[in-house]
């Protein structure tokens, strides 16, 4: 588990004025969580999301980017002491969707999608997460092409993920709800 720098940008503003920098944004404390094993393909979508946010961020206190690995498990007490508002778990997930296609998860599809080499299921940790914690737990999962030991990111994921991160690092000053949520069907143009 690694936590990617302090924290990089991605605030909330909570009106129209906010958007157009008129006024201070409302900043709630958000922890994105990339989830995977990088360099076994795929599977480093989540790690790979973190490092490129990274890369693209500027830091901020109010949020927390932290490349997991394979036991997010093992992020609990990082994130406690953080005490977010909303976390974002990112994960390879089998959707059967095209490569790369980038999908909010929900429900059953929550609990039964991954790339399956972690050591709990991302369902059961979301649960975790919001009953302790008290905050929201959101589920970003990415289709793999290929997970394969010794291989690197697909072609479709990396672009999938490059979008994906330059999308949430723009989106200063929008609201959290409707910003991932564009995050999400942005990655898909």
Do not use: K
């Not at 737990?137 to 290929?146: E, K, N, S, T, Y």
């Not at 990111?153 to 991160?165: E, F, N, Q, W």
């Amino acid at each position: 588990m690694q936590p990617h720098g302090s924290a990089a940008v991605l605030p909330e503003a909570t009106t129209g004025e906010a958007q157009r920098g008129t006024i201070a944004p409302s900043r709630p404390r958000l922890a994105i969580v990339g989830i995977g094993r990088a360099g076994d393909g795929d599977d480093g979508a989540g790690p790979a999301l973190c490092a490129a946010l990274e890369r693209l961020a500027v830091p901020d206190a109010d949020l927390l980017v932290v490349d997991a690995g394979t036991a997010p498990e093992n992020a609990t007490g990082l994130l406690r002491r953080f005490g977010p508002a909303v976390v974002v778990l990112v994960d390879a997930a089998e959707m059967g969707e095209p490569p790369g296609a980038v999908r909010w998860l929900e429900g059953e599809r929550a609990l039964g999608c991954s790339a399956s080499t972690h050591t709990l299921p991302l369902g059961l940790l979301a649960g975790y997460l919001a009953a302790s914690l008290g905050c929201r737990v959101r589920l970003l999962g990415i289709q793999p092409a290929r997970i394969a030991t010794g291989c690197r990111l697909s072609g479709p994921v990396r672009r999938s993920i490059d979008r994906l991160a330059r999308r949430l690092a723009r989106l200063r000053g929008l609201t959290m709800p409707c910003s991932l949520a564009a995050c999400a069907t942005v990655a898909q143009t």
